[in-house]
């Protein structure tokens, strides 16, 4: 399983960001191109997830299992999804955690897997895309606590915090790839000078 270690700070104390992070509509309303579908009992919830290469659209279908822990305000996710044409499959382990004081710290540690055609683009700069679409989530999370702290007259005029925030509707190969494309030249070409100067 390759790792993946992300973190991320939403402006605001975790009692006040731990519920929205407990939530998953609205998590996943924030998550570029991902959609929640149905829920199932034990935690179990089904969704998607689209993706636009140019032309070609790609819908990834799956199910992940949330476990929270309230009291150390955690959640451990396990999830696993397929594509549209059942060639590609994705296994994915994460544990979620939120801590802090003035600011929540939202810490990811866990990995992911992808078998299939698929499988050499992830294994090159699937981390890199992960870590675009954590700071795609972040940058959502945070435009809801404004929202939400917003005056009652400002507020009747905003979206409504569940609303799919405008950038999360679809993942597109533009501007996230593109950021997952340069850091993926940023580790590969210092490695490359690592390796000269030794």
């Known amino acids: 399983m390759t790792p993946l270690s992300e973190q991320f700070t939403i402006p605001g104390p975790p009692a006040e960001i731990w519920p929205l992070l407990r939530d998953p509509a609205l998590v996943a309303s924030c998550i570029p191109g991902a959609a929640l579908t149905t829920e199932q009992p034990g935690g179990v919830y089904q969704g998607t997830v689209t993706v636009k290469f140019g032309p070609t659209v790609a819908v990834f279908r799956g199910e992940a299992t949330l476990t929270y822990d309230d009291a150390a305000r955690r959640c451990t996710i396990e999830g696993r999804g397929v594509d549209q044409r059942g ?61 939400r702290r917003a005056p009652a007259a400002g507020a009747a005029a905003s979206p409504s915090p569940l ?16 950021k997952a494309f340069l850091e993926w030249l940023k580790q590969f070409f210092f490695k490359r000078e690592k390796r000269g100067d030794s």
């Open 163 to 178: 609303e799919t925030p405008p950038s999360a509707r679809s993942l597109g190969a533009g501007a996230l790839l593109w």
């Open 87 to 147: 060639a590609s499959r994705l296994l994915v382990s994460s544990v979620v955690t939120a801590s802090g004081t003035d600011t929540t710290l939202v810490t990811m540690d866990g990995g992911f897997n992808v078998a299939g055609p698929l499988e050499m683009f992830a294994q090159a700069g699937g981390v890199h895309v992960a870590r675009a679409l954590m700071g795609e989530f972040a940058t959502n999370i945070a435009r809801i606590v404004e929202e």
